[in-house]
Every structure is written in structure tokens, then in C-alpha cells.
């Protein structure tokens, strides 16, 4: 059974920074590509990031190009975002995500 804890959310006020945490088990980490889902109150779901099997190659939305960074340790079957310069707009449920499992969520707050 695949499963993704996430965790590392927390509030913070625009500007800071946030180091979410995705811990996968049930499959082999390695061979699967990994993303970022966010959903912000209210809205739909939205694609943050993507790394690939290997960690060579990223993929992000423009809204969190240059300020989120996506990576990933195969050795501690571990997916990491981490989140600088965060905005109002950047306050979601944060979601890790492999083919069609998600994990339960974090909660991520801007706000001063």
C-alpha cells in the first residue's frame, strides 16, 4: 500500500521560508517520479512541482519559479519542497503525490 506523509507546514509571514517534507512507503521510491499539489481554500487543485526518478530533472508553475526549490533523497525514500519568499497567494494544503496516491496533507499559512 502506497503511502505519503507530509509535513513542514506551519504559518509564517510573507518573505519566510517553509521546508516541506513528503516520506513515501509501499512502492519503490526511486523509479517514480514525484510531485507537489497544492489547494488553497475555496480552489481547485494546482500542480506546484515535479522531479524526476533520478532527481535530475524539475518542473515548476510559473507563480513558484525562482522561489521554490523541489528535491528529493532516494535513500530516505524522502521528497522535499522547499519554500522561499513565501506569499499570501502561496497558503494551501500542501500535497504529496505519485501516479494517482496522495498523501494526507499540510496545512501552509502566510499572513503578518
Known amino acids: 500500500e502506497v503511502q505519503l506523509v507530509e509535513s513542514g507546514g506551519g504559518m509564517v509571514q510573507p518573505g519566510e521560508s517553509l521546508r516541506l517534507s513528503c516520506v513515501a512507503s509501499?512502492?519503490?521510491?526511486?523509479?517514480?517520479?514525484m510531485s507537489w499539489i497544492r489547494q488553497a481554500d475555496g480552489k481547485g487543485p494546482e500542480w506546484v512541482s515535479s522531479?524526476?526518478?533520478?532527481?535530475?530533472?524539475?518542473n515548476y508553475t510559473d507563480a513558484v519559479k525562482g522561489r521554490f526549490t523541489i528535491s528529493r533523497d532516494n535513500a530516505k525514500n524522502t521528497a522535499y519542497l522547499q519554500m522561499n519568499s513565501l506569499e499570501p497567494e502561496d497558503s494551501a494544503v500542501y500535497y504529496c503525490?505519485?501516479?494517482?496516491?496522495w498523501g494526507q496533507g499540510t496545512q501552509v499559512t502566510v499572513s503578518s
Open positions: 503525490n505519485v501516479d494517482d496516491s
Open positions: 509501499g512502492f519503490t521510491f526511486s523509479e517514480y517520479d
Open positions: 522531479i524526476n526518478s533520478g532527481g535530475t530533472s524539475t
